[in-house]
């Protein structure tokens, strides 16, 4: 379909005109002669400057320390970038005016390599930006002990279903005119100590800020700070409107640009750095007594940095919205529960599933509440499908020799240790109990730990440990480097998926929504989203009580073995048609609602 340069209405055959050896169509004669008398008003939207004017309707500006749009760009750990890329997803899809800015890491987080006793090795990513990213020509710097830290800036863009897209600016240090310690600040996602994460944090912020307006980005009405890793970009913009307006630190105004989303439900995972160290980097940026009205007396926390100075504030599930209330009292805070990009964690199979059922799914989440009426064979067998190739995948990857028929059950997330992977192996006897007298179930775990999170690591050599405990018994296995490929493979190819973070730790958890775009149903712990998620014996199954706050190990795995043996294995091998119904049901109920679309449309309409 042809547009009609004149009025934008669709043009016909019969009006045409050829100007300069093209030609051109129009919807009649009225545009065909107004374009003949004057055609170089109507030519320029072909030209650059439509770029530009586009860059200068942005009105919001995204920051997040990791953004996750791919696998195959590594600048991600974990939920939080995956977050912040599949929200980025869906403002593409519905042409939210946006542009996001992040940190280009050169050396990506890490590929885990297991050895035979589970010890995990880091291996630094080997990946080419320029196979992905395209660079800008722009420059900017920031002021650290008194030397120029110089950046530039690489561009990906991010396309919607009607082909809008979004810009992620990747900041990028790596530069001749930079000393080598400022080279490298861009080599890892955290990595290093605190005063490379301070440095890292300021160039995100205040570089960030500063690149967007040499970019062009003049029209910003929003920043949007996701999590307080970018906090610093407060700092900026209370400066810059200062050197602006050539007066006193406008704190209202400042509030009035930004938006916070805080991730984090305890207080020793907020980022905190001590003033010494803040000091030496900025040098007098603003004065000291300012610093701490804003952050803190004892160290600089960026989450009060962010709270002080954002007129929007929201936690990410409804439960992590009065968890957050409850830590910082003096705050409104309200919540937004988060969501998966449904094309991007959809399989193959249930996408023609869905094509030819609900064919307008790409670009309506919210249709997959017409699931329901998809015949329960066709789940079954595209579930199957999505099994089959995943158990091949497996058996290929470690020869483990899984089983196609039997109860597969995944766990695969960070290998935190408040998550509590090695829940479900608290009492091997009733587990193999269970497996015995019940039905036969196996799983399937992957997960990175963090660096330095010794516990982290343990976590995972006691999974390898219980699996070789239950060889001949029950089949366990660690997969190697989780990462968004292997994830998709993961929630669409297992039966049921398992979530045992100690409350009130799970501020969201997103995984158990990815599953659920494949009908993938939960057993999980009611914390996070899976309080809002659970509908028991419909979308999946509760572990303990919602009245517990704390949570008690024991009591927690003796609910999840219960929950095992009394109702899922028997629905799984007796109840087929039932176990099909709630496959159904998950996609109905929980992927037409925890999706990014939905997300995006509450920021859009609460946030910015
Ligand atoms: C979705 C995802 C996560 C987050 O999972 P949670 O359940 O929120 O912990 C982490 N890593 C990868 C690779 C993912 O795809």
Redesign the pocket.
């Known amino acids: 379909m042809v547009k009609d340069p004149v009025c934008g209405m669709i043009a016909k055959e019969e009006f045409k005109y050829e100007f300069k050896g093209k030609i051109f169509y129009f919807c009649s004669n009225l545009c065909k002669n107004e374009f003949k008398n004057s055609p170089d008003k109507y030519l320029k939207h072909g030209h650059k400057s439509y770029h530009d004017e586009e860059i200068k309707q942005r009105r919001i500006a995204y920051f997040s320390m990791e953004i996750g749009i791919d696998s195959s760009i590594p600048t991600y750990s974990?939920?939080l970038g995956?977050l912040a890329g599949d929200f980025i997803k869906s403002c593409a899809d519905l042409k939210v005016p946006l542009v996001a800015v992040t940190l280009l890491y050169e050396k990506g987080y890490f590929i885990q390599k297991l050895n035979a006793q589970g010890i995990q090795q880091e291996l630094p990513v080997q990946w080419n930006r320029k196979d992905f990213l395209k660079p800008l020509s722009n420059k900017v710097s920031i002021k650290i002990e008194n030397r120029d830290t110089f950046i530039s800036a690489w561009q990906y863009d991010v396309v919607g279903v009607s082909g809008y897209s979004i810009p992620i600016i990747f900041l990028d240090t790596d530069l001749e005119e930079n000393s080598e310690y400022d080279k490298g600040l861009n080599d890892f996602l955290y990595g290093g100590n605190q005063w490379y994460r301070l440095l890292q944090e300021l160039v995100l912020g205040i570089g960030g800020v500063r690149m967007l307006h040499s970019l062009g980005y003049s029209g910003i009405k929003k920043y949007h700070m996701n999590e307080g890793h970018a906090s610093f970009l407060t700092l900026e913009l209370l400066n810059e409107m200062k050197r602006n307006k050539d007066s006193k630190l406008d704190f209202e105004a400042v509030r009035e640009l930004c938006v916070f989303t805080t991730h984090t439900p305890v207080p020793a995972g907020h980022d905190q750095f001590p003033y010494d160290l803040v000091n030496n980097a900025l040098r007098g940026f603003l004065p000291s007594g300012v610093l701490k009205m804003l952050c803190g007396e004892e160290q600089l926390n960026m989450t009060f940095l962010a709270l002080n100075l954002s007129k929007y504030i929201n936690g990410v599930a409804k439960k992590h919205g009065e968890v957050s209330r409850s830590m910082f009292p003096e705050y409104s805070i309200e919540s937004i529960t988060n969501g998966v990009h449904s094309f991007t964690w959809v399989c193959d199979s249930f996408k023609i599933l869905y094509d030819k059922y609900i064919p307008d799914w790409k670009n309506d989440s919210f249709s997959l509440r017409y699931a329901l009426s998809i015949p329960g064979d066709k789940i079954w067998k595209a579930h199957q499908e999505a099994k089959n190739g995943f158990i091949d995948y497996v058996n290929e990857k470690t020869g483990s020799e899984m089983d196609y028929k039997t109860l597969t059950i995944g766990f695969a997330?960070?290998a935190a240790s408040y998550?509590r992977a090695d829940l479900i192996f608290s009492d091997f006897d009733r587990l193999i109990k269970i497996a015995n007298d019940a039905g036969k179930i196996q799983f399937i775990f992957s997960g990175k730990a963090h660096p330095q999170d010794g516990m982290g690591k343990d976590l995972i050599k006691r999974i390898i440990t219980a699996s070789k405990r239950l060889e001949g018994k029950i089949k366990v296995v660690y997969l190697e480097n989780?990462?968004?490929e292997l994830?998709k493979l993961l929630v669409s190819g297992v039966d049921l998926w398992l979530?045992t973070p100690r409350k009130p730790q799970e501020a969201?958890?997103?995984?158990?929504m990815?599953a659920a775009h494949n009908g993938v149903p939960s057993l999980s712990i009611l914390d996070g989203w899976w309080i809002e998620g659970c509908i028991e014996d419909i979308t999946g199954w509760s572990i303990g009580t919602p009245q517990n706050t704390q949570s008690n190990d024991q009591q927690d795995a003796s609910s999840l073995y219960d929950k095992l043996e009394f109702a899922i294995i028997p629905t799984f091998y007796n109840g087929r048609e039932y176990w099909i119904n709630m496959m159904r049901h998950s996609i109905a109920i929980n992927a037409s609602f925890f999706n990014t679309q939905r997300m995006v449309q509450q920021y859009v309409l609460n946030a910015y």
């Open positions: 974990g939920g995956i997330r960070r998550k989780y990462d968004m994830a979530n969201s958890g997103t995984s158990g990815k």
